[in-house]
């Protein structure tokens, strides 16, 4: 971002976030801004700007604004300005829109984070903002891979015993309540902060799976790290969300090496009509040239 007191920006850029894209999208934009006023800077010291720069006058003015829902207690901050906390459904988010200016709307959630999607859908209607889903793309099996496609988490839970008794559950913290009745299955589970639900004993927690291992942990893991999890725990199956991002995972790839089979949970719909991107050079190339003022 580039700020100049007194000088409004041209355009703010409200990334809802929570993802690698959603941060690295950030720091593409604080580092295009700076870029920008530093070469206009350097027009208005007499030096040679570059030609692109002179052709187009004054830097463009760019804030950015990363939301995020608050679910990770340290959360990495990306560049620019962050808020956190929900909005309160899409009028909160409109709302919100209205007050700050904004005039772009990235929806950088997570593929999984189907709610906010909606929600991002609606308030861009109400508000009339231009609105990109950032989604990267999902997995696909390579030879040797032993993948079975589950379309939620309930039916993941359904299909599960059939496939293995010690499973490396990795579909996030939340949501375990869905295998909480696979009394017979143990489950590996690794997430950042502990499981809301992971607290034995309170009467108010959501149910758990009886035979359960949290390990708290943060990524980017390794292949080794992944092979050398899935020996020590002696994991006969791996439980997934197609999330995507990079071409495979590790986890997939020592999935692979072991014969290990997966339950891959199929991704939810995107709302109808939303303009997509697969990937932040995608988003930038949108936010510069097809909405531009
Ligand atoms: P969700 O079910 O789609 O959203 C539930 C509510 O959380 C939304 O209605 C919204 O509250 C609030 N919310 C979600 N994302 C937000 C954001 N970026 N900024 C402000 N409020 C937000 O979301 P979720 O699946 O719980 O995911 C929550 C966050 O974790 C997202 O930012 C997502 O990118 C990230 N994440 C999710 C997954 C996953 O598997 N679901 C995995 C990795 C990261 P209001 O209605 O009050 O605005």
Same mark, same amino acid.
């Given at each position: 971002?580039?700020a ?8 703010h ?9 959603a941060?690295?999208l ?7 801004g ?23 006058g ?14 990770? &207690? #340290?959360?990495? =901050? !990306?560049?620019?300005e $962050? +808020?956190?906390?929900?909005?309160? %459904?899409p009028? @909160? /988010? ?9 005039t ?17 859908a ?19 099996p ?13 039916? &993941? #839970?359904?299909? =599960? !015993?059939?496939?293995? $008794? +010690?499973?490396?559950?990795?579909t %996030?913290?939340? @949501? /375990? ?13 690794r ?6 639900d ?30 050398e999890?899935?020996?020590r ?6 439980v997934?969300?197609d999330?995507?991002?990079?071409? $495979? ?13 997966v ?10 009509g939303?303009?997509?991107a697969e ?15």
């Amino acid at each position: 971002m580039s700020a100049e007191p007194g000088r409004a920006p041209d355009r703010h850029v409200l990334i809802l976030g929570g993802t690698t894209e959603a941060r690295r999208l950030a720091v593409e934009l604080a580092a295009a801004g700076t870029r920008a006023g530093a070469a206009a800077d350097g027009a208005h010291a007499g030096s040679a700007p570059d030609a692109g720069t002179a052709r187009r006058g004054p830097a463009e003015r760019v804030r950015v604004t990363t939301s995020l829902a608050g679910r990770v &207690a #340290a959360p990495v =901050l !990306p560049p620019g300005e $962050t +808020r956190i906390g929900g909005f309160g %459904g899409p009028a @909160g /988010l409109a709302a919100w829109i209205s007050a700050h200016q904004v005039t772009h709307l990235v929806d950088a959630t997570h593929p999984f984070a189907e709610r906010m999607s909606f929600n991002a859908a609606e308030a861009a209607a109400l508000s009339g903002v231009p609105l990109l889903a950032l989604r990267r793309p999902g997995w696909t099996p390579e030879p040797g891979d032993a993948w079975t496609y589950a379309d939620s988490l309930a039916d &993941a #839970a359904e299909l =599960l !015993p059939a496939l293995g $008794t +010690r499973a490396f559950l990795t579909t %996030g913290r939340t @949501g /375990l309540h869905g295998f909480a009745h696979l009394t017979e299955t143990w489950f590996l589970v690794r997430s950042v902060d502990p499981p809301p639900d992971f607290v034995r004993g309170d009467p108010q927690a959501s149910p758990v799976p009886p035979r359960l291992e949290v390990l708290l942990a943060r990524g980017p893991f390794t292949l080794a790290d992944e092979r050398e999890l899935l020996a020590r725990h002696r994991i006969d199956v791996l439980v997934t969300k197609d999330s995507g991002g990079t071409a $495979t995972s590790p986890k997939l790839t020592a999935a692979r090496e072991a014969g290990i089979p997966v339950l891959v949970v199929r991704r939810p719909a995107v709302p109808q009509g939303v303009v997509e991107a697969e990937s932040v050079a995608a988003a930038l190339h949108w936010l510069r040239y097809d909405h531009a003022h």
